[in-house]
């Protein structure tokens, strides 16, 4: 799937920051994501890469600053369908197959043309546990029923937050080939990581935070 390119930058941040129990997280933050580009949160634990990502998809709200969504206020119903969030926390019901999961998805988000629920999982590795309830599956297993979900969502714009965590050397390079590809197609993405990326698509942006 080819994503137009937009005129104005997809995400912009201006003097973002958030506080907990007024003390500072981060910020104030500037940056902006365009359609083909990749950018890297970086940062050691505690400096609030998460909270950054909850921030970005309305989970949580910052303490200043203005975020814009093709140079307008972002709203989630502003964005809606063209961002995807993978977090900590897969969002897979546990005693649905991985099929099932997938097909609840698509029925929130929509699907890409041409794209099909066994073959994404085909794709990530999962051939043959179609019909798995998701509690059977091991660690690694459920990230890559949720990882299906990047095959067949048509979102531009994805927000991995530490996607290659329980992923064998094989899942994370899943992951990087995932992400190439999205990017090559002019879709953006921004990941948090302790520098399992591998990128050869150009060096990608990178917002640094500081605990």
């Not at 203005?66 to 709203?75: D, I, Y």
């Not at 998805?105 to 179609?130: F, K, P, Q």
Request: aromatic share 6%; hydrophobic share 40%.
């Amino acid at each position: 799937m080819t994503f137009p390119h937009p005129a104005n930058p997809l995400l912009e941040a201006r003097a973002l920051s958030f506080h907990r129990l007024d003390e500072p997280v981060f910020g104030p933050l500037d940056f902006r994501l365009d359609a083909g580009e990749l950018t890297l949160i970086e940062g050691d634990n505690g400096s609030g890469k998460t909270t950054l990502m909850r921030i970005l998809t309305g989970l949580l709200r910052p303490e200043e600053g203005e975020l814009s969504w093709r140079g307008e206020p972002l709203t989630w119903d502003r964005c809606r369908g063209e961002v995807l969030f993978l977090g900590h926390q897969l969002g897979l019901k546990a005693e649905l197959s991985a099929r099932e999961n997938l097909h609840f998805t698509i029925g929130l988000h929509g699907s890409r043309e041409r794209s099909h629920v066994d073959d994404a999982l085909a794709r990530v590795g999962l051939a043959g546990y179609e019909d798995e309830p998701v509690r059977k599956l091991s660690a690694g297993q459920k990230k890559r029923v949720a990882l299906a979900r990047l095959l067949l969502v048509p979102a531009v714009l994805w927000l991995l937050d530490e996607p290659y965590a329980n992923l064998d050397r094989i899942g994370i390079e899943l992951v990087n080939g995932l992400l190439e590809a999205h990017i090559a197609h002019g879709g953006a993405a921004l990941v948090t990581s302790h520098g399992a990326v591998q990128f050869h698509g150009g060096e990608p942006q990178r917002i640094r935070l500081h605990a």
